[in-house]
C-alpha cells in the first residue's frame, strides 16, 4: 500500500463546475498536511494546508479527516487556470527533518 | 530574495558520467531537500539536510552524495550516472519553525542519462 494514495485522474470538468479530490495515507500518526499544486514542466507550490478543523481559501476548501486517515480538496467555481496537478502531501512525523511525503498526484483540467 | 535557485536546467549525460547539481536558498532556511520526479509519479525524497555540517538519506539515496558546507548551498552529486536516474530533480527548503512551515521549491533540473 503506498503511503499517501490519490487518484490520478485526469479529472475534466467544465468552467465553473465543482470539483473533489480525496486523498488516502497510511500511518495514523501523521502530523501535518498540505495540498501543492504542480504546473506541468514547474515545481510544486503550496496551494493550501490542511487543519483538522478544516480550513478555506476562496473558492478551496480543504478537510482532514484523521479517524479514516483521508483528506479532501473542494474547489468551486472552477476556472481554466485552476487546470493543473494537485499533489496530497503528508508530514508522517517522527522524522528530524520535517520529512513530507508526496502522493501521485490528481490531474485536473477545466475545458471552457 | 531570489528564493531557492538550481542550475543546470537541462543535462544530459552518458552513462558512468558524473555530475554535480547546484541549490542555493537566500532565505536563510535550516532545512534543504533534494527531490527526483519520475514522469507522472510524486516526489521521492533523496537526501535532506537540518543545517550546515548535517546531512541524512532520505527514501531513495542510492547512486547520489550531498554536501553542506554553508546555509545556502546544497550540491548534490551523482558519481556514475545511470539511465535510471533520469528525471527532473528538485531542491526544497524551508524554515525550522514548525510543521506547517511551506517548503520552497527551485525550478528543478531535468537530467537525462542515454
Known amino acids: 500500500r503506498k503511503e499517501v494514495e490519490q487518484d490520478p485522474g485526469p479529472f475534466n470538468v467544465p468552467e465553473g463546475a465543482t470539483v473533489a479530490f480525496n486523498c488516502t495515507y497510511s500511518?495514523?500518526?501523521?502530523?501535518?498536511f498540505f495540498w501543492y499544486r504542480q504546473d506541468c514542466r514547474k515545481e510544486p507550490k503550496l496551494l493550501m494546508s490542511v487543519y483538522s478543523s478544516g480550513n478555506e481559501d476562496g473558492r478551496f476548501t480543504a478537510q482532514l479527516n484523521r479517524a479514516s486517515q483521508y483528506i479532501s480538496l473542494l474547489i468551486r467555481d472552477s476556472k481554466l487556470s485552476d487546470s493543473a496537478t494537485y499533489l496530497c502531501v503528508v508530514n508522517m512525523g517522527n522524522n528530524a527533518g520535517n520529512m513530507l511525503t508526496f502522493g501521485g498526484g490528481t490531474r485536473l483540467m477545466v475545458k471552457p | 530574495n531570489a528564493g531557492v535557485t538550481q542550475t543546470p536546467k537541462f543535462r544530459i549525460l552518458k552513462i558512468g558520467q558524473s555530475m554535480t547539481l547546484q541549490c542555493t536558498q537566500d532565505m536563510n532556511h535550516n532545512y534543504m531537500y533534494w527531490y527526483r520526479q519520475d514522469p507522472g509519479m510524486g516526489l521521492k525524497l533523496i537526501y535532506y539536510?537540518?543545517?550546515?555540517?548535517?546531512?541524512d538519506k532520505g527514501e531513495v539515496p542510492n547512486g547520489y552524495n550531498v554536501s553542506r558546507s554553508t546555509t545556502e548551498d546544497f550540491p548534490l552529486r551523482l558519481e556514475l550516472a545511470a539511465p535510471s536516474q533520469t528525471s527532473v530533480y528538485f531542491c526544497?527548503?524551508?524554515?525550522?519553525?514548525?510543521?506547517?512551515?511551506?517548503?520552497?521549491f527551485g525550478p528543478g533540473t531535468r537530467l537525462t542519462v542515454l
Open positions: 539536510s537540518v543545517g550546515a555540517g548535517i546531512t
Open positions: 526544497a527548503s524551508r524554515p525550522r519553525t514548525n510543521d506547517y512551515n511551506e517548503q520552497f
Open positions: 500511518n495514523s500518526a501523521s502530523q501535518s
